[in-house]
């Protein structure tokens, strides 16, 4: 069982194929489940699934635009259908276009739109008529830097008073915009929390990366075994090689201390070094592989 609240963002992440666009699918009404039923704004969506689509706001992966219809009568048109009429109607369809950076071609057809610009139409078609739910599948594909941070306000605030379940396979995007996440492996919820608390509790390891003169990797290696026994490689390339070090065996200021007395020593020629607590990313790949996952630039 899951509950989300209003007032929170909850992220759901995964490699390609996990099932996050199924699960929106799901709670959308779109597919029908196998078994369990869903509760979305108080309605049961395999009794009364009218009633949740009324109170939600969907981004879908792909977009879904008219191209001879402009970002306005976009909005004019959603806005409707979610029984906006007047002057409630133009207000909120210029807070729609403000919050997204589109008011300035807010009356040129989409079809002229860069692929950024109609992935914020469609982020802005979500937010309209304050629906109670709203779900965002990577809402901010395709985006440069500037335009992908203009999005993260535009939810945050949203969140405030809904609530907002995304996709996402940016890291950085989940630190930044959800409250929990959820991990999604072959189709499975592998663990739900905040993000730190994932971090503390699946990382446990501390991320250490040593560079020296290629025939001194061994020298590094062995100063690593000293430090934590059960350390494990994770790659060496070119002199350069990075080593896991379970916080139960090690800490971070005993590394610093280690690395620094090295180089003090002359023992070995520490060219560049660094260490880190466990990244969300870095979980992330662990949770993988422990479900039999390998994750692939080619899959």
């Not at 109670?132 to 993260?152: F, I, K």
């Not at 605030?157 to 809904?162: G, I, L, N, Q, T």
């Not at 001194?216 to 990075?242: D, F, I, M, N, W």
Request: hydrophobic letters at 45%; a neutral charge; one cysteine or more.
């Amino acid at each position: 069982s899951l509950c989300i609240p209003r007032g929170e963002c909850f992220g759901l992440l995964g490699p390609n194929g996990a099932g996050k666009t199924t699960t929106l699918r799901l709670l959308q009404g779109l597919t029908a489940p196998s078994q369990g039923r869903a509760l979305v704004a108080g309605c049961d969506l395999s009794a009364d699934a009218a009633q949740a689509h009324a109170r939600c706001g969907i981004c879908p992966q792909h977009d879904v635009l008219w191209p001879t219809l402009t970002a306005r009568e976009h909005l004019l048109f959603y806005g409707r259908l979610r029984n906006l009429r007047g002057e409630a109607l133009e207000a909120a369809v210029r807070q729609a276009l403000v919050a997204v950076n589109l008011l300035t071609v807010a009356d040129n057809p989409a079809a002229t739109y860069s692929g950024g610009m109609q992935r914020r139409l469609s982020v802005a078609i979500a937010l309209l008529g304050d629906p109670q739910v709203v779900y965002l599948d990577e809402p901010t594909t395709g985006l440069d830097p500037a335009s992908r941070r203009l999005l993260w306000t535009a939810i945050r605030r949203a969140r405030e008073s809904r609530a907002v379940i995304l996709t996402t396979h940016s890291m950085e995007e989940a630190e930044a915009l959800c409250d929990r996440l959820g991990i999604f492996v072959a189709g499975r919820l592998q663990c739900v929390g905040e993000p730190r608390n994932l971090t503390a509790r699946y990382g446990g390891f501390l991320a250490l990366s040593v560079t020296t003169p290629q025939h001194q990797e061994g020298a590094a290696q062995a100063l690593v075994r000293a430090l934590a026994p059960s350390a494990r490689l994770v790659y060496a390339v070119g002199g350069t090689q990075k080593f896991e070090l379970p916080l139960h065996e090690t800490s971070a200021d005993v590394v610093f201390s280690a690395m620094e007395r090295a180089k003090a020593a002359g023992e070995m020629d520490v060219l560049d070094w660094g260490v880190s607590h466990a990244t969300l990313e870095e979980v992330f790949v662990k949770l993988c592989n422990a479900s039999g996952v390998t994750l692939s630039a080619f899959t």
